[in-house]
């Protein structure tokens, strides 16, 4: 069993920056596959990024990409998603999530999890 918490979230103006995290309880942190995924209102949750459970590898959506970082340090049994020049429609609730590690590109889907936080609010201002 995984326990995920997120935190981090908050109010930011555009081309601001917020950094979220996730703080996962058990000591089989570091054998998980982690990712961030994200739900604005009437949307369906989507991927926002991955990282292999040896942080060697990572992955983001395309809307994402060059603006977040996904990092973990797994003596804290702890995973990051540093988000920088945030826009409007960055706006959701972020959630963390545990998987079995697989290769990095299949970790899109929501159904390679087993394990999912309750989620922190982001919103940004335009």
């Known amino acids: 069993q995984v326990q995920l918490v997120e935190s981090g979230g908050g109010l930011v103006q555009a081309g601001g920056s917020l950094r979220l995290s996730c703080a996962a309880s058990?000591?089989?942190?570091?054998?998980?596959?982690m990712g961030w995924f994200r739900q604005a209102p009437a949307m369906q949750r989507e991927f926002v990024a991955a990282?292999?459970?040896?942080?060697?590898?990572?992955y983001y959506a395309d809307s994402v990409k060059g603006r977040f970082t996904i990092s973990r340090d797994n003596a804290k049994n702890t995973v990051y998603l540093q988000m920088n020049s945030l826009k409007p429609e960055d706006t959701a609730v972020y959630y963390c999530?545990?998987?079995?590690?697989?290769?990095?590109?299949?970790?899109?889907?929501?159904?390679?999890?087993?394990?999912w936080g309750q989620g922190t609010q982001v919103t940004v201002s335009s």
């Open positions: 058990g000591r089989t942190f570091s054998s998980y596959n």
């Open positions: 999530a545990a998987g079995t590690p697989r290769y990095i590109a299949t970790m899109t889907a929501q159904s390679k999890y087993d394990y």
């Open positions: 990282i292999s459970w040896s942080g060697g590898s990572t």
